[in-house]
Protein backbone atom coordinates (compact mmCIF):
# COMPACT_ATOMS: atom_id res chain seq x y z
CA UNK A 1 0.00 0.00 0.00
CA UNK A 2 1.33 3.42 -1.00
CA UNK A 3 0.45 6.09 1.15
CA UNK A 4 0.82 10.06 0.29
CA UNK A 5 1.36 11.70 3.74
CA UNK A 6 1.31 15.10 2.43
CA UNK A 7 -1.01 16.53 -0.34
CA UNK A 8 -2.42 19.66 -1.76
CA UNK A 9 -4.16 17.89 -4.32
CA UNK A 10 -5.87 14.86 -3.56
CA UNK A 11 -8.05 14.53 -6.51
CA UNK A 12 -4.64 13.63 -8.40
CA UNK A 13 -2.91 10.94 -6.22
CA UNK A 14 -3.15 7.45 -7.14
CA UNK A 15 -1.38 6.86 -3.95
CA UNK A 16 -3.29 3.91 -1.93
CA UNK A 17 -4.40 6.33 0.94
CA UNK A 18 -3.71 10.35 0.70
CA UNK A 19 -3.92 12.73 3.24
CA UNK A 20 -4.98 16.07 2.42
CA UNK A 21 -3.11 19.24 3.86
CA UNK A 22 -5.51 22.55 3.84
CA UNK A 23 -3.10 25.32 4.01
CA UNK A 24 -5.58 28.21 4.49
CA UNK A 25 -7.92 28.37 7.59
CA UNK A 26 -10.20 31.16 6.08
CA UNK A 27 -11.04 29.01 3.41
CA UNK A 28 -13.52 25.81 3.09
CA UNK A 29 -12.61 22.14 2.47
CA UNK A 30 -12.39 21.00 -0.95
CA UNK A 31 -15.83 19.60 -1.89
CA UNK A 32 -13.47 16.47 -2.97
CA UNK A 33 -12.19 15.41 0.13
CA UNK A 34 -15.66 16.20 1.72
CA UNK A 35 -16.95 13.60 -0.59
CA UNK A 36 -14.29 11.25 -0.57
CA UNK A 37 -13.96 11.13 2.78
CA UNK A 38 -10.02 11.83 2.64
CA UNK A 39 -8.64 12.26 5.88
CA UNK A 40 -7.31 15.84 6.34
CA UNK A 41 -5.11 17.74 8.26
CA UNK A 42 -5.36 21.71 9.15
CA UNK A 43 -3.06 24.66 10.96
CA UNK A 44 -1.92 27.93 10.87
CA UNK A 45 0.37 27.51 7.98
CA UNK A 46 3.16 30.40 8.72
CA UNK A 47 2.57 32.04 4.96
CA UNK A 48 -0.95 32.32 5.44
CA UNK A 49 -1.63 33.29 8.90
CA UNK A 50 -4.69 35.48 9.92
CA UNK A 51 -4.48 38.71 11.67
CA UNK A 52 -6.30 37.24 15.12
CA UNK A 53 -4.87 34.52 16.48
CA UNK A 54 -7.54 33.86 18.98
CA UNK A 55 -10.18 34.08 16.20
CA UNK A 56 -7.86 31.41 14.28
CA UNK A 57 -7.64 28.59 16.76
CA UNK A 58 -11.70 28.65 17.70
CA UNK A 59 -11.45 27.93 13.78
CA UNK A 60 -8.82 25.68 14.30
CA UNK A 61 -10.68 23.81 16.85
CA UNK A 62 -13.21 23.37 15.02
CA UNK A 63 -11.99 20.62 12.99
CA UNK A 64 -11.22 18.56 15.42
CA UNK A 65 -14.35 17.31 15.72
CA UNK A 66 -14.94 16.50 12.11
CA UNK A 67 -14.75 12.92 11.50
CA UNK A 68 -12.56 13.07 8.53
CA UNK A 69 -9.74 15.30 10.80
CA UNK A 70 -6.62 13.29 11.42
CA UNK A 71 -4.06 15.94 12.95
CA UNK A 72 -2.52 19.23 13.10
CA UNK A 73 -0.66 21.37 10.42
CA UNK A 74 0.66 22.12 8.83
CA UNK A 75 2.17 24.85 11.18
CA UNK A 76 5.87 26.14 11.96
CA UNK A 77 8.18 28.48 11.20
CA UNK A 78 9.71 30.06 7.88
CA UNK A 79 12.83 32.81 7.65
CA UNK A 80 12.40 32.97 4.25
CA UNK A 81 8.75 33.80 3.80
CA UNK A 82 5.69 34.90 5.86
CA UNK A 83 5.46 37.23 9.26
CA UNK A 84 8.32 38.25 11.09
CA UNK A 85 9.65 35.07 12.87
CA UNK A 86 8.41 36.31 16.33
CA UNK A 87 5.17 36.55 15.64
CA UNK A 88 5.24 33.03 13.33
CA UNK A 89 6.84 31.37 16.88
CA UNK A 90 3.61 32.87 18.84
CA UNK A 91 1.62 31.18 16.32
CA UNK A 92 3.46 27.57 16.27
CA UNK A 93 3.41 27.69 19.98
CA UNK A 94 0.30 28.47 20.53
CA UNK A 95 -0.73 25.79 17.91
CA UNK A 96 1.59 22.92 20.09
CA UNK A 97 -0.69 23.71 23.05
CA UNK A 98 -3.70 23.40 21.15
CA UNK A 99 -3.05 20.06 20.15
CA UNK A 100 -1.65 18.90 23.76
CA UNK A 101 -4.71 20.62 25.49
CA UNK A 102 -7.11 18.07 22.83
CA UNK A 103 -4.64 15.68 22.54
CA UNK A 104 -4.03 15.71 18.74
CA UNK A 105 -2.83 12.50 17.23
CA UNK A 106 0.05 14.14 15.53
CA UNK A 107 1.40 17.50 13.98
CA UNK A 108 3.08 18.11 10.82
CA UNK A 109 5.91 20.72 10.59
CA UNK A 110 6.94 23.40 7.97
CA UNK A 111 10.45 24.42 8.74
CA UNK A 112 12.35 26.76 6.59
CA UNK A 113 16.20 27.69 8.49
CA UNK A 114 14.86 28.26 11.36
CA UNK A 115 15.61 24.92 13.02
CA UNK A 116 16.81 26.17 16.15
CA UNK A 117 13.69 27.84 16.93
CA UNK A 118 11.63 25.33 15.98
CA UNK A 119 13.61 22.32 18.56
CA UNK A 120 13.59 25.48 21.41
CA UNK A 121 9.73 25.52 21.23
CA UNK A 122 9.32 21.44 21.31
CA UNK A 123 11.58 21.06 23.85
CA UNK A 124 9.48 23.39 25.73
CA UNK A 125 5.97 21.77 24.51
CA UNK A 126 4.12 19.33 26.78
CA UNK A 127 2.67 17.91 23.66
CA UNK A 128 2.89 14.04 23.30
CA UNK A 129 2.09 13.11 20.46
CA UNK A 130 3.80 12.43 16.90
CA UNK A 131 5.72 15.30 15.04
CA UNK A 132 6.21 15.25 10.82
CA UNK A 133 8.79 17.57 9.50
CA UNK A 134 7.03 17.49 5.83
CA UNK A 135 9.35 17.74 3.01
CA UNK A 136 12.11 17.44 5.01
CA UNK A 137 15.65 17.95 3.42
CA UNK A 138 17.64 19.37 6.28
CA UNK A 139 21.80 18.43 6.66
CA UNK A 140 23.14 15.49 8.71
CA UNK A 141 23.78 17.78 12.01
CA UNK A 142 20.26 18.96 12.08
CA UNK A 143 18.88 15.16 11.26
CA UNK A 144 20.86 14.39 14.49
CA UNK A 145 19.39 16.20 16.60
CA UNK A 146 16.27 15.10 15.37
CA UNK A 147 16.35 11.70 15.18
CA UNK A 148 17.19 12.00 19.12
CA UNK A 149 13.31 12.73 19.99
CA UNK A 150 11.28 9.25 19.32
CA UNK A 151 8.03 11.66 18.52
CA UNK A 152 9.98 12.71 15.29
CA UNK A 153 9.39 11.64 11.95
CA UNK A 154 10.49 12.87 8.43
CA UNK A 155 8.42 13.13 5.02
CA UNK A 156 10.01 13.18 2.10
CA UNK A 157 9.37 14.78 -1.36
CA UNK A 158 12.04 16.67 -2.82
CA UNK A 159 14.91 15.79 -1.06
CA UNK A 160 15.14 12.88 -2.74
CA UNK A 161 15.68 14.17 -5.99
CA UNK A 162 18.93 15.92 -4.23
CA UNK A 163 21.96 13.51 -4.21
CA UNK A 164 23.65 15.39 -0.99
CA UNK A 165 20.34 14.58 0.90
CA UNK A 166 20.35 11.74 0.03
CA UNK A 167 24.14 10.69 0.35
CA UNK A 168 24.57 11.78 3.76
CA UNK A 169 21.08 12.96 5.83
CA UNK A 170 18.98 10.14 4.39
CA UNK A 171 21.15 7.34 5.25
CA UNK A 172 21.09 8.56 9.03
CA UNK A 173 16.75 8.15 9.05
CA UNK A 174 15.81 4.53 9.72
CA UNK A 175 12.86 3.86 7.75
CA UNK A 176 10.86 3.37 10.92
CA UNK A 177 10.66 7.31 10.72
CA UNK A 178 10.36 7.91 6.83
CA UNK A 179 6.96 8.91 5.16
CA UNK A 180 6.45 10.29 1.62
CA UNK A 181 4.90 12.94 0.36
CA UNK A 182 4.14 14.88 -3.04
CA UNK A 183 2.97 17.87 -1.03
CA UNK A 184 1.80 21.00 -4.07
CA UNK A 185 3.68 18.93 -6.74
CA UNK A 186 1.74 17.43 -9.77
CA UNK A 187 3.72 13.98 -9.12
CA UNK A 188 2.83 10.75 -8.91
CA UNK A 189 3.58 8.90 -4.82
CA UNK A 190 5.10 6.01 -7.24
CA UNK A 191 7.85 8.21 -7.94
CA UNK A 192 8.85 8.94 -4.59
CA UNK A 193 8.38 5.03 -3.65
CA UNK A 194 11.42 4.91 -6.25
CA UNK A 195 12.77 7.44 -5.54
CA UNK A 196 13.79 5.93 -1.96
CA UNK A 197 14.47 2.24 -2.96
CA UNK A 198 17.32 2.92 -4.69
CA UNK A 199 19.01 4.30 -1.77
CA UNK A 200 17.74 1.02 -0.05
CA UNK A 201 18.59 -1.79 -2.69
CA UNK A 202 18.11 -4.44 -0.64
CA UNK A 203 14.91 -3.45 1.05
CA UNK A 204 12.21 -5.13 -1.41
CA UNK A 205 9.58 -2.70 -2.29
CA UNK A 206 7.10 -4.38 -0.49
CA UNK A 207 8.96 -3.93 2.64
CA UNK A 208 8.98 -0.31 2.35
CA UNK A 209 5.64 -0.14 1.57
CA UNK A 210 4.75 -2.48 4.81
CA UNK A 211 7.05 -0.26 6.80
CA UNK A 212 5.54 3.18 5.65
CA UNK A 213 2.03 1.91 6.09
CA UNK A 214 3.35 0.65 9.90
CA UNK A 215 4.85 4.38 10.40
CA UNK A 216 1.23 5.91 9.82
CA UNK A 217 -0.74 3.40 11.95
CA UNK A 218 2.13 4.86 14.50
CA UNK A 219 1.59 8.33 13.96
CA UNK A 220 -2.27 7.78 13.73
CA UNK A 221 -2.83 6.21 17.11
Known sequence: MKIDFHCHHPQESRADKVIY???????????????NNCPYTIGLHPWFLPDNLEV????????????????LGECGLDRLQG????TQMTYFSAQLDLAHTHEIAFVVLHCVRAFSECLMLLKKTPFKGKIVFHDY???TDITSQLLKD???YFSLGRALERSSFCENSLKLIPLERVLLETDDEH???????????????????????????????????
Open 21 to 35: SHAKISEPIPKFVKE
Open 56 to 71: ALKTLTQHFSEPNFVG
Open 83 to 86: RDLE
Open 137 to 139: GAN
Open 150 to 152: NRI
Open 187 to 221: ISIDTRYYQLQKHHETVPITKIENTLAENLTSILS
